[in-house]
C-alpha cells in the first residue's frame, strides 16, 4: 500500500511539472487545442506597428509528449519568410487530446 501511494504521489508530481507549462503559453485544452497568442502590441513590446509586408512561420511537433522534433524559433520563422527586421510575433498551439498530437508554431511579420 505504501508503495501504491509513493507511485501515485510521484504521478501527481510528474503530471504537474509537464502540465505547467511555465512562462508564456496558451491555455491548454483537455481534448483540442487551436489557440493564437501575440506576444505584445507589436510582438516585441515596443508599441503599435504595422506588421509588414513578409509572413515567415515555423513550427515544431511532438507525438505522446514523448517524440518531438521541429525549430519554432523566430531565428526559423524571419528566415522561411525572408524577413529582416522582424515587427510582429505570434504563436499559434495546435493540440489534440491534450499531447497525442501536438503542434507549436512561430509566425513573425516584417519586412
Do not use: H, W
Not at 498551439?93 to 507549436?104: P, Y
Amino acid at each position: 500500500m505504501k508503495q501504491l501511494l509513493l507511485l501515485g504521489a510521484a504521478f501527481v508530481v510528474a503530471a504537474s511539472i509537464a502540465c505547467s507549462g511555465g512562462g508564456y503559453s496558451a491555455p491548454s485544452g483537455s481534448i483540442m487545442q487551436n489557440t493564437t497568442l501575440r506576444l505584445g502590441d507589436d510582438g516585441l513590446n515596443n508599441g503599435p506597428t504595422g506588421a509588414g509586408s513578409k509572413t515567415g512561420e515555423a513550427c515544431a511537433s511532438g507525438i505522446l509528449g514523448l517524440i518531438s522534433s521541429g525549430d519554432a524559433g523566430t531565428k526559423a520563422a524571419a528566415a522561411a519568410g525572408g524577413i529582416t527586421k522582424i515587427q510582429t510575433i505570434d504563436y499559434k498551439n495546435d493540440n489534440l487530446l491534450g499531447s497525442v498530437l501536438s503542434k507549436t508554431c512561430t509566425v513573425v511579420n516584417g519586412d
